[in-house]
């Protein structure tokens, strides 16, 4: 089997989250400037958005990295034809099944990497061609699945033979060696990637991961099929009251509209969604992407920690 280092051709065996709205050109390049894997994340931005990202990117790194594609967006067929023109090298994909793009995409020579939350899905595109999965726990950021790291990754690793990224939870060495006893080959981060010098968000964005604890974050719009960790704010609690209350779909869309952009951009602590894992409580200050990534990896045989199962 390749190493995730071998198929991303990075330094490490990191992959950046998707991100929505925050993984620009920016931090798709100092993650790759890192010696991780860097990624433009869609998000629920047109294709003509992640045809420029893509092209700003090249320019501010000559390091490889890749696109994320959001399947829940409207935009998703027109990104799937983009990243085939501007020949990108590895596509990951969230909240959805990438089965109708694969064969075009394999066609035209691109690694597809799909984020899944079972052990069906992981199969399921595994038989479609994907060249490693990333299994995604439920302590992660933004949209998630049920079951939590420590129980889907090793099922997923039993299940298929391609290699397996472990997401949701990791954010130092500790979840790094966790991830790999699991039998992952890599990790993908997201949080820890927030508090980065680097990372375009707001500053009171940044300050908030960096105050939250443990039970900081709770879950949104798990009645409305599309649940989504967030921190704990005036916003959530909103959110989850008007739940409560019986509040329809229209009415809880209404109150989300523009709420990620109003974190990311204007640091809107009262009506702003900030998307962030469970591990933020591990998280105490801003640091240079370079330290980040290092501290992660540096000093540890990962390949040396990993147990083979029987
Ligand atoms: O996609 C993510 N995380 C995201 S996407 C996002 S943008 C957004 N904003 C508001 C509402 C919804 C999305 C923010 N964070 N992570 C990957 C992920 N994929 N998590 C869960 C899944 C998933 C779920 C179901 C993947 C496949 C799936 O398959 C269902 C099916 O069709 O079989």
Known sequence: MKNITEILNSKYPLIQGGMANIANAVLASAVSNAGGFGLIGAGGYDAEWVRSEIRKCRELTDKPFGVNIMLMSPHAPAIAKVVVEEKVLVVTTGAGNPGIYMEEWKKAGIKVIPVVPSVALAQRVE?????AVIAEGTE???HIGELTTFALVP???DNVKIPVIAAGGIADQRGV???FALGAKGVQVGTVLLTTLECPIHENYKQMVIDARDTSTVVTGRQTGA???VLKNPMANHYLAMTKDGATLEELEKLTLGSL???VFDGDKET???MAGQISGLIKEIKPMKQVLSELFDGVNLYKSTLEVM
């Open 127 to 131: 038989r479609a061609g994907a060249d």
């Open 272 to 274: 702003g969604s900030f």
């Open 177 to 179: 060696l966790a991830a």
């Open 140 to 142: 992660s950021g933004g």
């Open 227 to 229: 649940p989504v960790r």
């Open 155 to 157: 099922q997923i690793v």
């Open 261 to 263: 952009r109003r974190a």
